[in-house]
């Protein structure tokens, strides 16, 4: 048809212009015509549970995934029964709230209008569709804050056109819209696709863990909010829910608060690398319509230098001058000075913005990497500190005064944040708090079983240890009845595996694989005080332009496994992260590659060993 579309060009142009067609003109015409040709997609049949190509019948390669080999990500926890036969659905399906409590449903239809932005994507075949889908809700709780532990299961059931979802609240029924929306494919040429769906599916599920979570470090690196919202988007399609900001460090201070504007102009690493309220609550209001708790994390008393040392009459920070290899783990250098109280009254004002503006139930008061010697202990570099201790008549030469000045402080900032969520009427379900096993700069190991029961309630705290999972400090914590959440560097730190940024040579860490992180907990890994585990992004070295990449798809392993925490390996997984992986880079998120698309096209393990 193209060659003879193109002959009919050239003899009307010919007796209309009655003069031969150039042959350039001729060349332009063709490749326009070629331009416009619509390349017939592939087909491929189900085979042995394999999508395989085929050159007769078959179907287009999602409904194969699909209907054959399974695509759903993470895997429902309970039944899922998906079938093979697909029918077509308008992408204008209806939807139905008579069943969901007034005070909900001006959340859910935000929700759905997610739903039918991210899965309705294509440019499709209209008249192909007889009649229209429904979607009738049915939600039992009007409560539509994100609490710490709510309620996220949901069943969906397809029958014919008439779509049903239950769910305990409005963020079950959103992990149902996300089930719904990969269970949504399209076929044909670009332009002109069709939506199918099976006609039958009957999904129960809900998560193993409550504490499924991802942190970005904006201290050192700054990430507009716009990438956050995409970062956020790729954990809804996951269903991940804490995404933790890492918000300030000795780098940089990013926070343009109205209390304290000083702490951001001369704290922020440039005058456009900063977050306003503003921000935060679009941020925190998009992520809650994802079915995401925005958790603050204000790190103390270390990492703190950037906008601090200009900050107040008397410095409330120490050791921001001297030589970073022998006062912190990395530049620059700065901790809180835990003698001034001044330090106190400046944090109070910072946890009433941040709650104010994000809400979250769950706060992370940070605690990590202290050098109480190298610097609490300076008579050069933290001299007012060092002096006040003096005329205290304090110890100096007992390195455990300062883990008990360590505890004290944390105390204070604990007391205020209580305050904070008090005086706003909010509640305050979980405090966080870095550990590990490490008893060099780290509060836990030092202060022993009675010294944390006195400085960390543990009806509150919840530990994120960093520590390496051999050795972890854990199942300790655990056993005294302490809360955690899993962030093992060897196991789920997503910046590890590339050159050292301070000096020549590999990282101090490995790179953690999706495959290595999905096999990181196991069914033998459950205990009642284990509430999940966190991937954690770094950003020494991770900027803009890679944390897409750098998170996905190995978050989406973690989620999966906390999200179904089955009794299965990276390998039974291997064909559905595959198509996970396809589905999100189709849906716009900047996911790394895993394997090249011939892989995909020739059937599950097709180059996995």
């Not at 608060?257 to 309220?277: F, K, N, Q, R, W």
Request: hydrophobic letters at 40%; aromatic letters at 8%; glycine letters at 8%.
């Amino acid at each position: 048809d193209l060659k003879l579309q193109f002959l009919y060009l050239i003899a009307t142009t010919r007796r209309h212009h009655r003069t031969p067609m150039r042959p350039a003109v001729a060349g332009a015409l063709l490749l326009a015509a070629l331009a416009d040709a619509r390349v017939a997609p592939r087909r491929f049949a189900c085979e042995a549970g394999r999508c395989t190509p085929t050159k007769t019948g078959g179907t287009g390669l999602e409904e194969c995934l699909v209907g054959c080999q399974g695509a759903l990500w993470p895997l429902p926890s309970g039944e899922a029964a998906v079938g093979q036969e697909f029918v077509p659905m308008a992408p204008t399906p209806a939807f139905h709230y008579a069943a969901v409590p007034q005070g909900a449903r001006g959340l859910l239809m935000k929700m759905v209008g997610h739903f039918k932005a991210g899965t309705f994507t294509r440019a499709h075949k209209s008249g192909a569709y007889a009649g229209e889908h429904t979607v009738a809700f049915a939600v039992r709780s009007s409560d539509t804050a994100l609490s710490f532990g709510v309620d996220e299961s949901y069943t969906l059931q397809v029958e014919g056109q008439r779509i049903e979802i239950a769910a305990e609240t409005v963020f079950g029924a959103r992990h149902a819209l996300e089930t719904l929306s990969q269970l949504v494919v399209s076929d044909g040429p670009r332009g002109a696709a069709t939506y199918r769906i099976p006609r039958a599916v009957n999904v129960t599920d809900k998560p193993a863990f409550a504490y499924r979570g991802l942190m970005v470090d904006t201290g050192r690196t700054y990430f507009d909010v716009a990438l956050l919202k995409e970062v956020v988007r790729g954990m809804a399609m996951t269903k991940l829910n804490h995404l933790h900001l890492h918000l300030t460090d000795t780098a940089a201070f990013p926070l343009a608060l109205e209390s304290h504007p000083e702490l951001a102009e001369y704290g922020a690493s440039s005058a456009d690398a900063v977050y306003t309220m503003g921000d935060l609550r679009a941020l925190g209001e998009y992520a809650r319509e994802h079915g995401v708790s925005v958790v603050p994390e204000i790190d103390q008393p270390g990492h703190a230098a950037a906008g601090w040392d200009d900050e107040g009459d008397e410095p409330l920070v120490v050791c921001t001058t001297g030589a970073w290899s022998t006062e912190a783990v990395e530049p620059p250098t700065g901790q809180f000075d835990p003698t001034n109280p001044a330090v106190h009254a400046v944090l109070r004002d910072i946890y009433g913005e941040l709650v104010e503006a994000l809400g979250s139930d769950v706060f992370h008061l940070g605690g990590d990497e202290v050098n109480v010697e190298g610097c609490w202990n300076s008579s050069v570099h933290a001299r007012p500190m060092v002096e006040r201790l003096d005329a205290q008549g304090v110890d100096r030469t007992d390195r455990q005064t300062f883990f008990d000045l360590w505890g004290n402080f944390t105390q204070t900032s604990l007391a205020s944040l209580k305050a904070t969520y008090a005086a706003q009427g909010k509640p305050l379900r979980k405090v966080m708090n870095w550990g590990g096993q490490d008893a060099g700069w780290n509060l836990l190991v030092n202060l022993g079983p009675e010294g944390r029961a006195k400085v960390f309630p543990k009806e509150l705290f919840m530990f994120q240890l960093w520590d390496p999972k051999k050795g972890s400090i854990a199942q300790t914590l655990m056993d005294e009845g302490y809360d955690v959440v899993l962030s093992h560097y060897d196991q789920f730190y997503l910046d590890c595996g590339t050159d050292n940024w301070v000096l020549e040579g590999p990282a101090w860490c490995a790179y953690n694989s999706w495959r290595h992180i999905y096999d990181s907990i196991t069914v033998e890994d459950a205990h009642a005080h284990l509430q999940g585990a966190s991937a954690a992004v770094w950003t020494e070295k991770i900027g803009p332009s890679t944390l897409l990449q750098k998170i996905f798809p190995r978050a989406a392993a973690l989620g999966e496994r906390l999200w179904t925490h089955q009794n299965a390996t990276s390998r039974d997984a291997d064909p559905r992260l595959q198509a996970h992986n396809d589905r999100m880079i189709r849906r716009g998120i900047a996911s790394e590659q895993t394997q090249p698309a011939w892989c995909l096209q020739h059937g599950a393990y097709s180059c996995t060993l």
